[in-house]
């Protein structure tokens, strides 16, 4: 069992930055991959990025490559992701995910455990 527990949302500007960081319980977080999603009203849950267990592998949604960056700290059971240049499209909740694999998917059904999400609101 893994709780995940997402935090660093907020209301900044366009171009902006904001961290997010996704603090998981249990001992064995790195045995599990890890995904970020975001829901904006009116969409479905999009992936966004990802990394492998051991962090050594990272993927991006196209929208958000090059502005922003996912890593993890396993001594601290943290998932991080740093949003930069932030968009007024990027406004949504953004949720964490975890899968008892090695690899992260993009497909939401592929995670066995969520957070209950971080609002990031980027005004114009």
């Known amino acids: 069992q893994v709780q995940l527990v997402e935090s660093g949302g907020g209301l900044v500007q366009a171009g902006g930055s904001l961290r997010l960081s996704c603090a998981a319980s249990?001992?064995?977080?790195?045995?599990?991959?890890v995904g970020w999603f975001r829901q904006a009203p009116g969409k479905e849950r999009e992936f966004v990025a990802g990394?492998?267990?051991?962090?050594?592998?990272?993927a991006y949604a196209e929208s958000v490559k090059g502005r922003l960056t996912i890593s993890r700290d396993n001594a601290k059971n943290t998932v991080y992701l740093q949003m930069n240049k932030l968009k007024t499209h990027d406004t949504a909740v953004y949720y964490c995910?975890?899968?008892?694999?090695?690899?992260?998917?993009?497909?939401?059904?592929?995670?066995?455990?969520w957070g209950q999400g971080t609002q990031v609101t980027v005004s114009s």
């Open positions: 249990g001992r064995t977080f790195s045995s599990y991959a």
């Open positions: 995910a975890a899968r008892r694999a090695e690899m992260p998917l993009i497909g939401p059904n592929e995670y066995d455990y």
């Open positions: 990394i492998s267990r051991s962090g050594g592998t990272t």
